[in-house]
Structures are given as C-alpha cells and as structure tokens.
C-alpha cells in the first residue's frame, strides 16, 4: 500500500523558518515525481512546489518562488518542503502527493497524504 | 496567474447526471491533455478521480468520466449517489512549468 506520512508542521511566527519531511512507502519512490499542495483553512486548493524523480527538476509556484525549497533524498524515500520568510498568507494544511503516472509525469495527484498544518501567526 | 474558473455549486437528485465545467485558457487546458479532477470530502484529503483528462484510476467507479474541448474540460457523474456529495476540483498542467487548481465546485445530492 502507497503510504505518504508528513511531518514537521507547527506555529511559527512571520518571517520564521520550518521545514516539512514527507516520507513515502510502498512504491519505487525514484520514479515518481512528487509534490506538495496546500490549503488554507476554508479555502481551496493550491499547488505549491513539484520535484522530478529525479530531483534534477524542481518547479514552483509564484506565490512561494524564492522562499521555499522543494528536494528528496532517495536514499530515505523522503521529499522534504524547506520554507523560510514564512507569511501569515502560508497558513494551511500541506498536503504531500505523488504523481501517478511514473517517470515523465501526468500532473496527476496520488494518492495524498494526511497533511500537516502550518500556522503562521505572531 | 489566476485560477481555472469553476461553477461554486451544483446539485443533482440521486440517480440523475451531473456535469461540472472547468475553464482555462491556451496556456494550459488548451495547450495540454494534463487535466486532473479530485472529490474532498469534508475533513478528509483529496482524491484522484479522473487523470489526462479522461483516465480513471484503479478502484474509481465509471460513474465519474472526464471530457475536454478548447479550453474547458469537464466531469461527469453519472447514477449520483448521496456519498458523491462533496467537493470537487479541477487541475491543469500550465505551459510555465506550473500547476493551476480550479476554484472548487460544491456537489449537493438533493
């Protein structure tokens, strides 16, 4: 069974630092490409940062370029999410997904962890 | 860059179909075949329902079909049940290596 597990959410204030690990499970986690996606409380969705399987590519949204850094370690089967000069507009739960296509990718989502909230607030 | 535009609810009685719209533009729904739908259930993560616009994955019921022309795609839901009730989001590859997510459309089973 594919299992995602996320990890490393909590309060912090603006302009802090956290960091999420999401590690992987019942799959070839170095043909996925994976992903992180979030979602403020009441809101919808939104896709924040993918990483090819590869980890040679890493793509970002507009909202997050420049302030979070999407990698993965093999080795650990774990994606992880640095994110810095954190805004209260990043408050969510960030959900941590794989791509359900191998290798080139679909931008298709599955399955989605259970997610971790990130509150920033002072 | 602004999200795919969704209706904000739609309802059906069990039994009937439902068609719940998606629209892009041509820098992604136009431009690519990478259109994914996903049912949220209050509470609870997402799930893939339709992949590459029309593929279901293993264990989706055929209920759920997806469709694309121009710049909108579109889910159906056929023979609706009261646990289709939920949200429902729609989205699309974008041509700047980025990822857009529809708005959210609420299903009521009336």
């Known amino acids: 069974e594919v299992q995602l597990l996320e990890s490393g959410g909590g309060l912090v204030q603006p302009g802090g630092f956290l960091r999420l690990s999401c590690a992987a499970s019942?799959?070839?986690?170095?043909?996925?490409?994976m992903s992180w996606v979030r979602q403020a409380p009441g809101k919808g969705l939104e896709w924040v940062s993918s990483v090819s399987n590869s980890g040679a590519g890493t793509y970002y949204a507009d909202s997050v370029k420049g302030r979070f850094t999407i990698s993965r370690d093999t080795s650990k089967k774990t994606v992880y999410l640095q994110m810095s000069s954190l805004r209260v507009e990043d408050t969510a739960i960030y959900f941590c997904?794989?791509?359900?296509?191998?290798?080139?990718?679909?931008?298709?989502?599955?399955?989605w962890g259970q997610g971790a909230l990130v509150t920033v607030s002072s | 860059q602004s999200a795919l535009t969704q209706p904000a609810s739609v309802s059906g009685s069990p039994g009937q179909s439902i068609t719940i719209s998606c629209t892009g533009g041509?820098?992604?729904?136009?431009?690519?075949?990478?259109v994914s739908w996903y049912q949220q259930h209050p509470g609870k993560a997402p799930k893939l329902m339709i992949y590459e616009v029309t593929k279901r994955p293993s264990g989706v019921s055929n209920r759920f079909s997806g469709s694309k022309s121009g710049n909108t795609a579109s889910l159906t839901i056929s023979g609706l049940q009261a646990e289709d009730e939920a949200d429902y989001y729609c989205c699309s590859y974008v041509i700047t290596n980025t990822v857009l997510f529809g708005g959210g459309t609420k299903l009521t089973v009336l």
């Open positions: 997904v794989k791509d359900v296509v191998r290798y080139s990718g679909s931008w298709g989502f599955d399955p």
């Open positions: 041509s820098s992604d729904i136009g431009s690519y075949n990478l």
């Open positions: 019942g799959f070839t986690f170095s043909s996925y490409a």
